[in-house]
Structures are given as structure tokens and as C-alpha cells.
């Protein structure tokens, strides 16, 4: 049966660089309970070394994580990943950690904490999370759906790290799955049908680097869970799932 679910699904944790120390698996799990969110997106800057964690920590609040990175392309256009396995989400990583040069300077760059479910720190990853890639975003979007995630271009209204903001355009080969737009961009109502831009299927997100940005942003979906896969056919219209609304 399918049903409406509300998610957020950009939310940085501690572990990216320009993000609250404070975004800890268990405050971000129990913030988005108080939001009365369904599902989150964890999607850390190049990483998904904090999604365990805070997918452990949901459980314990009844809220479901989706697995994902924000993916920085040699363009600096940022993407966003969403996977339902984690062969696939830390496959991508490894690919990711293989192409991103350089290592972090906390003091320049701010500090990258790994955490476990209690939000005990476990350790600092020292690459360099701020950083892009090597792979050009034509690269990362096959490497995504090469591995089975979904690839969705980040808050393509802003003109830093946006798509249409590095490039100018979208191209046309580029096999995108949809569009975000971030908070500002968002209408503040629940428009019927299912939004597009740029001829994509548009979601919205808090692209929250703090606590009390959760679920200021979010889509509802017309799917039977809250997985990748039901979001991807969502986003293309498949077997009656749909993007109802973003606010």
C-alpha cells in the first residue's frame, strides 16, 4: 500500500567540516521525531562514515535513514546520493576517497568527528571531506547509478556548489534523477502535482548543518516505504509513486 511520508534528506552530521559539533547521531534522531518527519537523508560531505550511527539511533525514535553522501565534483558542483544498501553507499565512498586529494586542517576547515549512536566520539577522519573530487559530475552521476543509488543535483537555486551555478547549465547527457532546491528557494505551502525544474523532478531540504535546522524543509513522497529505490520511482513517476509536495 502506498502512503504519504514526509522526509528531510539532506542533513550533514558532525563529521562534515562546516557543520555544528552538536550534530550528533541521537540529537539529530531526536529532532527529527520532534519534526514529526518519517525519514531523513544523512549525506555528509563526501562521506558516509557517521550513516551507521545515526540510522542506529533513528531506530530507536521510529524514524527511517536513508544512507547518502554530498558529493563534491571536480567542478564543485555538489550532488546528492541516496542509497538502500550499504555495499553500494560505502562502494561509492571508496571511489569518492580514491579521487579527493588533500588533508584537513581543522583549524582552516573546522573539525570532521566520527560518533556512534550514543553520540560518543569514536575518532576524526582526516581527509579532506570540504574538498572536491577529481571525477567530473558526468563521472560521479555514473558512478552512482553504476553502484544502484540515486543522484539528485543539490540546491540547484544557489549559486555556490549548485549545478546551474558552476556551470551555467545542466547538460543534456547528464542523467540526473531530479533537483533539489534548499530552504530559502522553498514556497512555504504544499503545491499540488509533482514540482519540476529544469525539466527534473524537484525535491526540497534543510541541507541542515545544525539542529535546529531539521525539517525546516522537506518533500512528501507517495511511496511504500522510505527507501532509494521507492524514492528514485518516485522521482520518475513509476508505479504510482509520486513527489506530491515540497514546503
Do not use: W
Not at 34 to 39: I, K, P
Not at 61 to 67: I, K, M, N, S, T
Not at 110 to 128: F, K
Not at 173 to 183: H, P
Amino acid at each position: 500500500m502506498l502512503k504519504k511520508l514526509r522526509m528531510d534528506l539532506h542533513i550533514h552530521t558532525c563529521l562534515s567540516p562546516c557543520a555544528d559539533l552538536g550534530m550528533l547521531p541521537g540529537r539529530i534522531a531526536g529532532r527529527a521525531r520532534q519534526q514529526g518527519l518519517d525519514a531523513i537523508g544523512i549525506s555528509d560531505h563526501n562521506s558516509a562514515e557517521n550513516v551507521v550511527a545515526v540510522r542506529k539511533a533513528a531506530d530507536r525514535e521510529g524514524v527511517a535513514v536513508v544512507g547518502g553522501i554530498e558529493v563534491t565534483s571536480e567542478e564543485e558542483v555538489h550532488i546528492l546520493v541516496l542509497f538502500d544498501d550499504d555495499e553500494g553507499l560505502f562502494g561509492l565512498q571508496r571511489v569518492i576517497y580514491d579521487n579527493l586529494p588533500g588533508v584537513n586542517d581543522e583549524r582552516a576547515f573546522g573539525e570532521q568527528v566520527l560518533a556512534d549512536e550514543h553520540d560518543e566520539v569514536t575518532g576524526v577522519n582526516d581527509r579532506l571531506l570540504i574538498g572536491a573530487t577529481t571525477l567530473s559530475v558526468d563521472e560521479v552521476v555514473d558512478a552512482i547509478h553504476s553502484l544502484g543509488g540515486v543522484a539528485i543535483a543539490a540546491h540547484v537555486d544557489r549559486e555556490r556548489f549548485g549545478i546551474i551555478g558552476q556551470l551555467g547549465f545542466i547538460p543534456d547527457e547528464l542523467a540526473l534523477d531530479g533537483v533539489e532546491v534548499s530552504a530559502r528557494a522553498s514556497p512555504g505551502r504544499e503545491p499540488p502535482g509533482s514540482p519540476q525544474a529544469f525539466g527534473f523532478p524537484v525535491i526540497a531540504s534543510s541541507d541542515a548543518h545544525s539542529v535546529d535546522d531539521i525539517g525546516r524543509s522537506s518533500t512528501v513522497f507517495l511511496v511504500k516505504e522510505a527507501t532509494a529505490t521507492e524514492i528514485g520511482k518516485a522521482l520518475h513517476n513509476e508505479d504510482g509513486r509520486s513527489v506530491l509536495a515540497y514546503s
